[in-house]
């Protein structure tokens, strides 16, 4: 697949990347853990992906996510969200706001159901992003941007596509053991290496992959240590309050994730609307994910305090949630105004587009969820 060409600054940015990653990797004797590759490449200062100044989103991005696709998404996901504030507090956190108009849409639709918001709490790593929330959102004077979790909180905890982006390990099974892919450079150019895993990596490839002494040799997959860390963060968060966090994703649970016939893992990159699975074409200027074992989220956050509420593909949320009722608030009739909206529905809710791949997983604490979305729950396939 050809792939668009990017501009001389972009690829000054990128080989500037390139550079200092294989400097770590000179430093740290010839290679780097993958996950170590794909921290810089997505967050190092001033050059990753989210932290450089690359658009992301929408048209001129790279992908474009759910709160772009419809409003009635955010409304939707206000309506969840008033039911948990009213039981908790008038708090929002969103981490990886994007261009704001998650919050915005939210925040607005909230403000039409008479929900009073005190805080909204973005957490952005992405300067670029974080100076289009701030435009976004100027008029709304309860957003305020923080870099890491509070100490406590009470409310509601949104998070829509984050997951993935979190850098995981590559493993691959040889043999009767497993190895940790690590990134070295060969003739100029960035490839991996097979390297010994330790006691702790070994531990959680028992736990988080089902009958993973019967897949079969040379199986390459991934684990997520730091998507399940902020999970404990989450725990850590609400231990001295109350409320849910509500985490849209591309996944499966682990028994579909590590399915014997996905013998090279969910990796992928996406690069002007581009899907591709090579991670270290121009470093920087694409994003690099990988699926969310959502099983391993529910069991980091179970294990560290947190109730599990639900888990359900995103049609089963919208649908329970109210999208359906909020999208007959314009009249069928009226042709020009509903049939964009029902199209944009139709994207969010259908199997063949996003309403099955992407899940949602409930988690929280003192809380109880509505009972139309307790109905749609299907945690026991976790």
């Not at 009767?176 to 070295?184: C, I, L, N």
């Amino acid at each position: 697949m050809s792939l668009p060409a990017p501009n001389s600054d972009a690829l000054a940015a990128s080989q500037a990347l390139q550079r200092l990653i294989a400097a770590e990797i000179a430093e740290q004797g010839g290679a780097i853990p993958f996950s170590r590759f794909m921290e810089l490449a997505l967050y190092a200062p001033n050059l990753g992906y989210y932290s450089g100044g690359a658009a992301k989103l929408g048209r001129d991005g790279d992908f474009t996510t759910a709160p772009e696709i419809s409003p009635l998404f955010g409304a939707t996901l206000a309506r969840a969200s008033a039911a948990i504030m009213a039981q908790s507090g008038p708090n929002i956190i969103e981490f990886g706001a994007g261009t704001g108009k998650l919050a915005r849409d939210v925040l607005s639709a909230l403000d039409e159901l008479g929900v009073r918001v005190d805080s909204y709490t973005i957490i952005e790593l992405s300067g670029e992003l974080r100076a289009r929330q701030q435009e976004a959102l100027k008029d709304f004077p309860q957003v305020r941007w923080l870099n890491g979790f509070p100490d406590a909180f009470h409310g509601v905890v949104l998070a829509n596509e984050v997951l993935d982006a979190m850098p995981v390990e590559l493993v691959m099974k040889e043999g009767d053991s497993w190895s940790r892919q690590y990134v070295t450079v060969q003739a100029g150019a960035f490839t991996l290496i097979p390297g010994q895993a330790d006691a702790t990596l070994l531990e959680q490839i028992a736990r988080q992959i089902p009958d993973h002494d019967k897949l079969q040799d040379g199986y390459l997959t991934e684990i997520h240590p730091v998507a399940c860390g902020f999970m404990r963060s989450l725990a850590q968060m609400f231990e001295n309050g109350k409320g849910a966090a509500l985490l849209f994703d591309y996944g499966f649970p682990a028994h579909e994730y590590y399915f014997d016939e996905r013998t090279g893992g969910t990796l992928m990159c996406h690069y002007r609307h581009h899907a591709h699975p090579d991670p270290f074409y121009l470093p920087g200027l694409q994003d690099i994910t990988a699926h969310v074992d959502f099983t391993a989220m529910a069991l980091a956050a179970q294990d560290a305090g947190l109730d599990v509420l639900g888990y359900m593909n995103q049609a089963s949320f919208l649908l329970a949630a109210g999208i359906g009722e909020l999208l007959l608030r314009t009249d069928p009739e009226d042709a020009l105004r509903y049939l964009p909206q029902s199209k944009a529905v139709q994207k969010l809710v259908s199997p063949a587009e996003m309403g099955e791949l992407f899940k949602v997983l409930l988690v929280g604490k003192d809380v109880a969820l509505d009972p139309a979305i307790v109905r749609a729950d299907r945690s026991h396939r976790l």
